[in-house]
Structure formats: structure tokens, C-alpha cells
């Protein structure tokens, strides 16, 4: 069965630093796997997905992520954090359905 | 493109009432997921349809529970009696040919309280 798990459920940074959002997934097969993002009382938005072309993979609004076989790892970053990128942000791997990680909350301080 | 529309977008019900919730999946798409997301459960996969059928259920808490898709732009998914602990925020999703890193197109939700 394919899965992600998050580390850390709320991970704080100050405006114009690094954030990084960690992800790790376990799958039998090839993944697919995508970062959304969710900000208060809205539904989900797609920042970016890996299907296997490029490992490092450029979404919307400055974010990116590398897929390393290797570490099982698809983290997200962000080489400086906006105040507006505060919102909850789950990882997601894809076969038949979707399962999703249970979330990291960013929260960025002035 | 008009995305996923869920309806409606609060309500507020007392236990035992019955609860429809109603998704119109975005054209040409031909799955269909209802999630539900709690602080305690995160995101959870209730049920999913593809091409109109139901594929897996497995995630359907219980009986009061029950999901249908009579064509490829409706679908319910009913809480027959609600109880207090159904409340949560249930969404609707979308996307064409899962299965090959398609992406899932989500609604805004509904807003379900169970009082």
C-alpha cells in the first residue's frame, strides 16, 4: 500500500527565511506524488506533483521539491517565506486514489 | 472552467436528522471522491467512483453513511441519522484518469455541525 507521512505538524519561520516541509513516502510501485496546500476555510489547492520526469519539480508561488529515490523523500521548499504562505500544507501520494499525510501548519512571523 | 461545486457550503443540523451533501465534478472528469477532513483524522478517503460506479468504500465510516452517482455531473453522499460526531468539513474531488499522476481537483467543502 502506498503512503506519506509529514514530519512535524507545525513548523513556524520567520518572514524571508527558508521553509522546508518534510515528506517521506513508501511505495511498491513508481510514486506520483504532490504537495497541496489549504488555507483557512478553502479547499485544496495543487502547489506541484512529481510523475517522473524531472526529480526537482517547480510549483506555483515560489515553491519547489525534489523527489530522491534514494531517501524516499519529497520534500517542499521555499527559499523565503511570505507572510501570505501561512496555511496548512499536505503531501499526497497517488495510485488508484489519492492518500494524503496529515498536514504541516506554516505559520510565518514577521 | 467552473471547478468542483459542493453544496451547500454550511449547515448546521441536529442529531438524527438526515444530511445530503451535493457535488458537481468538474466536465469531462470521470472520478469522483468524497473526503472527509477532522483535526483528529486529518484527510480521510471516504469513497470513491469512477465513471459513475463505486470503486472503493472501504473508507465509509458505517451504515448511516451512503454515497451515489446517478450520472457523471451528480453526486450525494448522505448522513442517515447525523450524529454529533459527524461533524467535519467533507469535500468533494475530482480528476480525469487517475491512477497516472493526474492531479485531484478539490471543492471548497461543506461545512457539516451536528448539534
Redesign the interface.
Known amino acids: 500500500a502506498q503512503s506519506v507521512t509529514q514530519l512535524g505538524s507545525h513548523v513556524s519561520v520567520s518572514e524571508g527565511a527558508l521553509v522546508l516541509l518534510r515528506c517521506n513516502y513508501s511505495s511498491s510501485v513508481p510514486p506520483y506524488l504532490f504537495w497541496y496546500v489549504q488555507y483557512p476555510n478553502q479547499g485544496l489547492q495543487l502547489l506541484l506533483k512529481y510523475t517522473s520526469a524531472a526529480t526537482l519539480v517547480k510549483g506555483i508561488n515560489g515553491f519547489e521539491a525534489e523527489f530522491k529515490k534514494s531517501e524516499t523523500s519529497f520534500h517542499l521548499t521555499k527559499p523565503s517565506a511570505h507572510m501570505s504562505d501561512a496555511a496548512e500544507y499536505f503531501c499526497a501520494v497517488s495510485f488508484n486514489d489519492m492518500r494524503f499525510g496529515a498536514g504541516t501548519r506554516l505559520t510565518v512571523k514577521p | 472552467d467552473a471547478g468542483?461545486i459542493q453544496s451547500p457550503r454550511h449547515e448546521v443540523t441536529e442529531m438524527g436528522q438526515e444530511v445530503t451533501l451535493r457535488c458537481k465534478p468538474i466536465s469531462g472528469h470521470d472520478y469522483l471522491?468524497w473526503y472527509r477532513q477532522t483535526m483528529m483524522r486529518?484527510?480521510e478517503?471516504l469513497i470513491?467512483f469512477n465513471n459513475n460506479v463505486p470503486?472503493?468504500d472501504s473508507g465509509m465510516p458505517e451504515d448511516r453513511f451512503s454515497a451515489k452517482m446517478p450520472n457523471a455531473s451528480f453526486s450525494t453522499l448522505k448522513i442517515q441519522p447525523s450524529e454529533p460526531r459527524d461533524s467535519a468539513v467533507y469535500?468533494c474531488?475530482s480528476s480525469q484518469n487517475?491512477?497516472?499522476?493526474?492531479?485531484?481537483?478539490?471543492?471548497?467543502?461543506s461545512w457539516l455541525t451536528v448539534v
Open positions: 468542483v471522491f486529518g484527510l478517503l470513491y470503486i472503493d469535500f474531488a487517475q491512477g497516472k499522476g493526474n492531479t485531484i481537483y478539490f471543492g471548497e467543502g
